[in-house]
């Protein structure tokens, strides 16, 4: 039987070649399809259990044979695939390893990146200069046509839809609108929904929550601090009604000697007592940023040929 169906396989043209394989695949597709969940998983078991067995039998030369074969498959089918089956390829893996990713544990994942660590060591220390610089090649070439291919088919994307609403009456053209506003209608409701449910924990502890910012917590509610009609009766700071007591001077325990008078020069033009008191008042932020008004005392200034700061 068996020398009989590959004598049968050896003799056949590339279209019989062809239907017997889309058969098969038809045929093991329905097979699938009416599987239970148990009867798919114990098939999924006995698979894994068969290719750990090859593999464990296979020598050196026979897994070199395997992974060489493998790399070509997939390099054939990553060629001829279009840009959004590729897409959707991608997508895929990137679902397939989040779900394998959440599923394991802490030590799990300690172990998967010790071993991609050693792996690229391993892969790095066997390839030379010449090889790396290859490798960067490559890849610089591999994502120029990726993003050449993406171009292209936003293009040709762009195309397609320029020409479809070329053709499209004015009743399609205000049902589209109509179900692009519905739809984006959606997506505000579900963002208000979700911006509700995330700053959904109360502001209970307020101690010290100024160095701990909480995600969940709507500090909005908060955020009203009323009228400045509060003075108070230590310092006479003038204060927000709602504002935290003892901010300003920690209930009298802060004092502050008060500021001299300043010297004659300056107080009269502040005090709106010198002729020019207008212009000094209108111009007192520029001359402070033109002149720096800080007061300091020294007892020795030293000036270079070029020194932008005072040394004492």
Same mark, same amino acid.
């Given at each position: 039987?068996?020398?009989?169906?590959? /004598?049968?396989?050896?003799?056949?043209?590339?279209?019989?070649?062809?239907?017997?394989?889309?058969?098969?695949?038809?045929?093991?597709?329905?097979?699938?399809?009416?599987?239970?969940?148990?009867?798919?998983?114990?098939?999924?078991?006995?698979?894994?259990?068969?290719?750990?067995?090859?593999?464990?039998?296979? /020598?050196?030369?026979?897994?070199?044979?395997? !992974?060489?074969?493998?790399?070509?498959?997939? /390099?054939?089918?990553?060629?001829?695939? /279009?840009?959004?089956?590729?897409?959707?390829?991608?997508?895929?893996?990137?679902?397939?390893?989040?779900?394998?990713?959440?599923?394991?544990?802490?030590?799990?994942?300690?172990?998967?990146?010790?071993?991609?660590?050693?792996?690229?060591?391993?892969?790095?220390?066997?390839?030379?200069?010449?090889?790396?610089?290859?490798?960067?090649?490559?890849?610089?070439?591999?994502?120029?046509?990726?993003?050449?291919?993406?171009?292209?088919?936003?293009?040709?994307?762009?195309?397609?839809?320029?020409?479809?609403?070329?053709?499209?009456?004015?009743?399609?053209?205000?049902?589209?609108?109509?179900?692009?506003?519905?739809?984006?209608? !959606?997506?505000?409701?579900?963002?208000?929904?979700?911006?509700?449910?995330?700053?959904?924990?109360?502001?209970?502890?307020?101690?010290?929550?100024? @160095?701990?910012?909480?995600?969940?917590?709507?500090?909005?509610?908060?955020?009203?601090?009323?009228?400045?009609?509060?003075?108070?009766? @230590?310092?006479?700071?003038?204060?927000?009604?709602?504002?935290?007591?003892?901010?300003?001077?920690?209930?009298?325990?802060?004092?502050?000697?008060?500021?001299?008078?300043?010297?004659?020069?300056?107080?009269?033009?502040?005090?709106?007592?010198?002729?020019?008191?207008?212009? @000094?008042?209108?111009?007192?932020?520029?001359?402070?940023?033109?002149?720096?008004?800080?007061?300091?005392?020294?007892?020795?200034?030293?000036?270079?040929?070029?020194?932008?700061?005072?040394?004492?």
């Amino acid at each position: 039987m068996t020398v009989s169906a590959s /004598t049968s396989r050896a003799n056949e043209s590339s279209p019989e070649r062809e239907m017997r394989l889309a058969a098969d695949r038809v045929r093991r597709a329905t097979s699938r399809a009416s599987q239970s969940s148990s009867q798919r998983e114990l098939r999924l078991t006995i698979d894994r259990e068969q290719h750990v067995l090859y593999r464990e039998a296979e /020598t050196a030369s026979q897994r070199e044979l395997r !992974l060489t074969a493998d790399r070509e498959r997939h /390099t054939l089918s990553r060629e001829s695939e /279009t840009y959004t089956e590729r897409e959707l390829r991608l997508t895929a893996d990137r679902e397939r390893h989040i779900l394998s990713r959440e599923s394991e544990t802490f030590t799990q994942y300690e172990e998967r990146l010790t071993n991609d660590r050693v792996h690229h060591n391993i892969i790095r220390s066997l390839e030379d200069e010449h090889e790396h610089e290859q490798q960067q090649e490559s890849g610089l070439e591999y994502y120029n046509s990726l993003r050449q291919e993406r171009l292209i088919s936003l293009s040709n994307e762009r195309l397609r839809i320029e020409n479809i609403r070329s053709l499209e009456t004015d009743e399609q053209r205000e049902a589209r609108l109509t179900a692009d506003r519905f739809r984006h209608s !959606l997506n505000d409701l579900d963002v208000h929904i979700e911006d509700q449910s995330t700053n959904s924990v109360a502001w209970s502890d307020k101690y010290k929550s100024g @160095f701990a910012y909480n995600l969940t917590i709507d500090y909005r509610l908060s955020s009203v601090i009323g009228d400045m009609n509060v003075v108070c009766s @230590f310092c006479n700071a003038s204060k927000w009604s709602k504002e935290s007591a003892g901010f300003c001077c920690s209930g009298g325990k802060i004092n502050l000697p008060s500021f001299e008078d300043p010297p004659a020069p300056l107080k009269s033009p502040l005090l709106g007592e010198h002729v020019q008191s207008k212009q @000094f008042l209108d111009n007192i932020r520029t001359y402070n940023s033109a002149f720096q008004m800080t007061s300091f005392g020294a007892q020795q200034i030293s000036e270079g040929p070029f020194m932008p700061t005072f040394n004492f």
